[in-house]
C-alpha cells in the first residue's frame, strides 16, 4: 500500500525549509523501501509548526512538526509512516487544540487539498457554488451575496452585496472585476495563503462575481513580493482554462469570463483601490478624487467590481450553501467568518478563522498561549500599521466592525500584532507616522505634510521639548489628517498614535491628565 505524505509548500513551510524535508522524506523511503507519495500542500496555518508534515492513516492524518531535514530518519524508525509516535508527533491534525475550536469556511480546503489538482478542489465541494450562481443568474447572484451580510474583508467593511450591485446597475458594454491581492498591511498572510494553497476558489470567487456583475474580464492585482503566489495563481488559471472554468461559455453556460494576474507596483498605497487601478493602468499609484467611483468609472473609465481575496474567494461557499447558512455566523452586522493572522510576540502564531463575536483575549491565550518572551501583554495593533494599540483593559471588545468603532479601533484586514511589556509606545507610535510619510503617494497636504510633521513633534515629545504645547500640536494635526486626508492612509495613520497617547501616555512622558482621550 502506497502511504500519502502531505509536505506544504507555501511560502512559509517553505522559507523555513520544507522543500528540504520533502526531498529527505523521499529518499528516506527510497532507502527504506517504503512506498509513499509526497503532496504538496497549502500550510495548515499552524505557523510555529512549520514545516507540519502530515502522514494519512485510516484514522486520519497525524500531523508532525516542526520537522527538520536531519528529524526525517528517526521519524521513519517511530513509524511515522504509519502514524508512530513521535517527539515531533502531535496526533491527528484536526485535533490540534489550535485547529480544532475553529470555523473554517473560507479556508475550509487550505491544507487539505492540492492546490493546483483541480479534481482534488472539485472533490472537496468545488465549483458547487459556481453551478448555483449560474443557475442562479445575475440578480439572483447579487440578490444572494446582499443577503449573506458579506462585508468587505479589505479594510473599509463595505456591504459587499452593495457594491455588486451598484456595478450591476451601471450601464455599460464593457465592465471588470479586479481582485485587491496587494496584501501590504503588517503581519498579515490571509491572502497568500489562500492564494498559494487553495488557488481555485479565488478563481471561482472571481468568476461568480463576472457573472454576477456582467464582466467578463478579471484582474488579480498581486502583491510583487509574492513570486509564489504568481505561479500558483497562473497555473491554476491555465488549468482553469483547460478545463472549461474560464473563458468562452463557461461549462456549456452560455457565460464568460477571462482572468489573468498583473504584478503590483510594491507601494503600499496601491491597496487603495482608486490607487490600485491606477497602477493596474499602467500610471503611478496615486489616489483618485470621489466620486464618481470605480462602480461607475473604474478601470479604463469602465464600471469596476473592487475586492478583497479574503470577499472573494468566501463567495463560493455562500453560492453553495446559501446566504442563510452564512449569516449564521457572527454577530450584530459583521456575518459570517473573519480569517485571523496572529504575529508578534506570540507562542503559537497562525491563520485563526472564527466567526466574528471571538475576543482579542481569546484569540492571544486560547490560540497564541501568550507571548514567547513569557512577559505581560501590554498591547496589541490590530488592523496593519495605521490600526489603533489596543490596552489589556479593551482585550474583552469582542471582533466586530461596530464594537471596535467604538473604542476608536478597526479590525481591517484582520492582522493582529502581540507586544509585551518592554515595548516602547511613543517610538511605535513614531513609527506610524513615519510609515505614513513614506508610503503616502502625495497627493493631499494633510497625509503629504502631515506625516512628515507628526514625526517632528513625537520627536520633540520623547526629547522633552514643549512636551504639554507639542502633546497639544500633536493632537491637533491628528484631527487635521482625519478629518483632511484624501483617502484611509492620512485619515487612519493618526489611530496608532492617538491610541498608544491615549492609553500609554507614561511613554511619552506625560500625566494621564496630559494625554486625555479624544474621540477620534
Known amino acids: 500500500m502506497t502511504i500519502k505524505i502531505y509536505v506544504p ?42 514545516p507540519l508534515v502530515e502522514v494519512e492513516t485510516p484514522d486520519g492524518r497525524v500531523a508532525y512538526g516542526p520537522v527538520e531535514p ?7 524508525d517511530a513509524g511515522f509512516v504509519s502514524g508512530g509516535k513521535h517527539v515531533l508527533g502531535h496526533g491527528l491534525t484536526e485535533n490540534i487544540p489550535f485547529l480544532a475550536k475553529q470555523e473554517r469556511l473560507t479556508f475550509a480546503r487550505v491544507g487539505i487539498t492540492s492546490p493546483l489538482s483541480i479534481e482534488d478542489y472539485i472533490d472537496h465541494e468545488g465549483y458547487r457554488g459556481l453551478e448555483r450562481a449560474i443557475s442562479l443568474g445575475s440578480e439572483g ?16 467593511a463595505g456591504r459587499t452585496g452593495k457594491k455588486w450591485q451598484e456595478v450591476r446597475a451601471s450601464v455599460s458594454d464593457v465592465k471588470y472585476v479586479v ?125 469596476t467590481l473592487v475586492n478583497n481575496v479574503i470577499s472573494l474567494a468566501t463567495v463560493p461557499i455562500i453560492l453553495d450553501k446559501g446566504s442563510a447558512y452564512y449569516k449564521d ?16 510576540n506570540v507562542k503559537q ?34 488592523g496593519g500599521p495605521l490600526g489603533a494599540y489596543i490596552p489589556e483593559s479593551q482585550f474583552d471588545v469582542p471582533l466586530d466592525y461596530e464594537k471596535f468603532s467604538d473604542i476608536s479601533a478597526v479590525l481591517g484586514h484582520g492582522g493582529i500584532v502581540v507586544f509585551d511589556d518592554t515595548v516602547d509606545m511613543a517610538q511605535q507610535a513614531r513609527y506610524a507616522m513615519e510609515f505614513c510619510a513614506i508610503e503616502s503617494c502625495g497627493k493631499c497636504t494633510p497625509c503629504r505634510i502631515g506625516s512628515q510633521r507628526g514625526v517632528e513633534v513625537i520627536d520633540k515629545i520623547i526629547a522633552n521639548n514643549s512636551r504639554p504645547r507639542q502633546i497639544h500640536l500633536l493632537r491637533d494635526l491628528c484631527t487635521t489628517m482625519i478629518d483632511g486626508s484624501l483617502c484611509a492612509m492620512g485619515g487612519m495613520t493618526p489611530f496608532p498614535v492617538l491610541s498608544a497617547l491615549n492609553h500609554f501616555p507614561e511613554d511619552f512622558g506625560a500625566a494621564a491628565g496630559d494625554a486625555k482621550v479624544a474621540n477620534l
Open 349 to 382: 502564531g497562525g491563520l485563526i478563522e472564527r466567526a466574528f463575536g471571538v475576543t482579542l483575549r481569546e484569540i492571544i491565550f486560547e490560540y497564541g498561549l501568550g507571548t514567547k518572551s513569557g512577559r505581560s501583554v501590554r498591547a496589541v495593533q490590530v
Open 141 to 156: 447572484i447579487v440578490a444572494e451575496i446582499g443577503a449573506s451580510g458579506l462585508r468587505g474583508r479589505g479594510g473599509a
Open 179 to 303: 481582485c485587491n491581492a496587494d496584501e501590504g498591511d503588517s503581519g498579515t498572510y490571509s491572502d497568500r495563503m489562500i492564494m498559494e494553497g487553495d488557488p481555485f476558489v479565488l478563481i471561482e470567487g472571481m468568476t461568480i462575481a463576472g457573472i454576477g456583475v456582467g464582466a467578463a474580464q478579471g484582474y488579480i492585482y498581486l502583491r510583487s513580493e509574492y513570486p509564489h503566489a504568481f505561479d500558483v495563481l497562473n497555473a491554476a488559471i491555465k488549468i482553469a482554462y483547460e478545463k472549461g472554468y474560464l473563458g468562452n461559455n463557461i461549462r456549456g453556460s452560455g457565460f464568460s469570463f477571462d482572468l489573468e494576474v498583473r504584478r503590483a507596483a510594491g507601494a503600499y498605497i496601491c491597496g487603495e483601490q482608486t490607487s490600485l487601478l491606477e497602477s493596474l493602468e499602467g500610471k503611478r499609484g496615486l489616489v483618485r478624487y470621489r466620486p464618481p467611483q470605480p462602480a461607475v468609472s473604474g478601470f479604463m473609465g469602465k464600471p
Open 70 to 76: 536531519s528529524d526525517v530518519a528517526g521519524l521513519f
Open 9 to 50: 509548500q507555501d511560502s512559509a513551510s517553505l522559507s523555513v525549509g520544507a522543500n528540504e524535508v520533502a526531498v529527505e522524506i523521499e529518499q528516506e523511503a527510497h532507502r527504506r523501501n517504503e512506498k509513499i507519495t509526497i503532496v504538496r500542500n497549502g500550510s495548515r496555518g499552524l505557523l510555529w509548526l512549520e
Open 329 to 344: 455566523y457572527g454577530m450584530g452586522r459583521s456575518r459570517g467568518t473573519l480569517p485571523i493572522q496572529l504575529t508578534g
